[in-house]
């Protein structure tokens, strides 16, 4: 005696899942699913990655961004001005007349650095290799 299994009043059977996409053949980069809020940037290897422009690119000049950030260098620059933040950036020497402008002023020097991280936070600030910092 086989009976069918009965629903609570006011609930809809489940419908099945649909079945999951094949795996990718092996050595070949898996395909990024369209995301439910719109476009989702490319994977590594997948069409209209661009390798020279992981982080993307500036939407008016069309430069790559930088691997830094332009909140961590400013508030290095603000938080310990010391001139760390143009170091972070890549821009040693920079950093260094800083420091040393810093150290032989006994302190007073430290506004430099420290007017300087608003100026990055503020401006379109560069890395060592001319991009702009990411956001």
Not at 22 to 38: K, R, S
Not at 49 to 74: R, W
Request: hydrophobic share 35%.
């Amino acid at each position: 005696m086989t009976e069918t299994p009965q629903t609570p009043e006011g609930h809809e059977p489940t419908q099945p899942l649909p079945p999951l996409p094949p795996p990718p053949a092996y050595g070949q980069p898996p395909v990024p699913p369209q995301g439910p809020y719109g476009y989702q940037a490319p994977a590594y290897g997948a069409p209209g990655f661009n390798p020279a422009a992981p982080y993307g690119v500036h939407p008016l000049t069309g430069v790559p961004y930088s691997d830094k950030s332009k909140l961590v260098a400013g508030l290095l620059q603000i938080l310990i001005p010391l001139g760390i933040g143009r170091m972070y950036m890549g821009q040693t020497g920079l950093g260094v007349a800083q420091l040393l402008v810093t150290i032989f002023t006994c302190g007073i020097g430290g506004l430099w650095p420290f007017i300087d991280g608003i100026v990055i936070l503020a401006g379109d600030s560069k890395d060592q290799f001319g991009r702009p910092l990411r956001s």
